[in-house]
């Protein structure tokens, strides 16, 4: 499986940005997927997840402002993110992985991950 992310960029805080993630291959609806994030300096940490029945799970600090979604049908990802503020920016990745029972907040419970899209809000 390749993911490949995208929809990144500068945003003033307040605004919203819609990250993509698109996945090769032929069993994308049965994956759990997820989107992380690595500000500088820092570890890798969880945002949202999603599972191939649709079940999401979102890290505390995003509840409210980001929505997770996937469109089987493209095998495409999404993370509609708004209310941005300047501690969102990062780098954000997305995560795939064919297991349906696996621990979503950690980055080692995926096998499959993109390379990564910069999302800047200024302040």
């Known amino acids: 499986v390749q993911l490949q992310a995208s929809g990144g960029g500068l945003v003033q805080a307040g605004g919203s940005l819609r990250l993509s993630c698109t996945a090769s291959g032929r069993t994308f609806s049965t994956y759990t997927m997820a989107w992380f994030r690595q500000a500088p300096g820092k570890e890798r940490e969880f945002v949202a997840s999603i599972t191939s029945g649709g079940s999401t799970y979102y890290r505390d600090l995003v509840k409210g402002r980001f929505i997770i979604s996937r469109d089987n049908a493209k095998n495409t990802m999404y993370l509609q993110m708004s209310g941005l503020k300047p501690e969102d920016t990062a780098v954000y990745y997305c995560?795939?992985?064919?297991?349906?029972?696996?621990?979503?907040?950690?980055?080692?419970?995926?096998?499959?991950w993109g390379q990564g899209t910069q999302v800047t809000v200024s302040s």
């Open positions: 995560a795939a992985d064919p297991r349906q029972t696996i621990i979503e907040r950690i980055s080692a419970s995926y096998a499959y």
